[in-house]
């Protein structure tokens, strides 16, 4: 019976954070549709963030009322409308169809930050197995291993 060469386990990057470790100072951005953004953490236990609106709000809801609650009576409503000849009916069906077909929701998007409203940084970010380490809700998490370090608590 012949034995299966073990192989030597997989040298794992040391993680050796260098650099500011403390959290960076909170930043605004602003999404196309004119909403002011921040950012949230995106669940109790996902370490990532969500764009939200200052109330909270994370997409943004412009269909009408009876859209969103009877979907099939409001279009048979819009088709109901365009049969009897109504232009504007028609091209808000047009333009409502094309988003779908496109994979969009019309009426509705998810804010998302066009710019950021907050002057750029000047705390530099920690490095870590030689890239700069992404500040995650949790700490700072290195690029590399995923292994997160918690921010060290700000002073001053
Ligand atoms: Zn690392
Ligand atoms: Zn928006």
């Given at each position: 019976m012949s034995k299966r060469r073990v192989r030597?386990?997989?040298?794992?990057?040391?993680?050796?954070?260098r650099g500011d470790l403390r959290p960076l100072p909170e930043q605004r951005y602003v999404c196309r549709c004119g909403e002011e953004l921040r950012l949230v953490r995106a669940g109790p236990r996902?370490?990532?963030?969500?764009?939200?609106?200052?109330s909270g709000q994370r997409y943004r809801d412009d269909r009408p009322a009876l859209l969103r609650e009877d979907p099939a009576r409001w279009w048979a409503q819009l088709r109901q409308r365009m049969a009897a000849g109504d232009m504007r009916a028609a091209q808000l069906y047009s333009t409502l169809t094309a988003a779908e077909i496109l994979g969009g929701s019309p009426g509705r998007h998810y804010h998302h930050p066009e710019k950021t409203l907050t002057p750029p940084l000047e705390q530099p970010p920690p490095f870590c197995c030689e890239q700069p380490m992404w500040a995650s809700p949790d700490g700072w998490a290195c690029r590399v291993t995923r292994r997160v370090f918690p921010y060290t608590p700000t002073t001053g």
């Open positions: 030597p386990a997989q040298q794992q990057p040391e993680c050796q954070p996902i370490n990532d963030w969500a764009h939200v609106t200052l």
